[in-house]
């Protein structure tokens, strides 16, 4: 069995920053990516970002430039850097930790809110 915990989120102005850590604990084998979804209210999960186990990264348009996805593959941590951050940032963010090669097992953490005020 695989957890997944998410931490760092909170109440930030317009214009802050924050960052968000997710750790996943347990029995993990062959990881694959991890990656920050998000989840306003009345929407639909989103992608944020992602980075594989060898590093490449990938984002969502709405936030290149200002995020920034990094990872501890010895801790099996992601850390999100969140720049900038704007009202419409406001979820819940939540992590995805991806194993397996052939066959993708996906473990999801209870997630972390963000609130971004204006």
Not at 29 to 56: C, H, P
Not at 89 to 103: E, P
Request: aromatic letters at 8%; hydrophobic letters at 35%; one cysteine or more.
């Amino acid at each position: 069995q695989v957890q997944v915990v998410e931490s760092g989120g909170g109440l930030v102005q317009a214009g802050g920053s924050l960052r968000l850590s997710c750790a996943a604990s347990g029995n993990i084998f062959n990881l694959n990516r991890m990656a920050w979804y998000r989840q306003a209210t009345g929407k639909q999960r989103e992608l944020v970002a992602s980075i594989t186990s060898d590093g490449r990264t990938n984002y969502a348009d709405s936030v290149k430039g200002r995020f920034t996805i990094s990872g501890d593959n010895a801790k099996n941590t992601v850390y999100l850097h969140m720049n900038s951050l704007k009202p419409e940032d406001t979820a819940v963010y939540l992590c995805d930790v991806v194993t397996g090669r052939s066959a993708m097992y996906h473990y999801w953490g209870p997630g972390t809110q963000v609130t971004v005020s204006s």
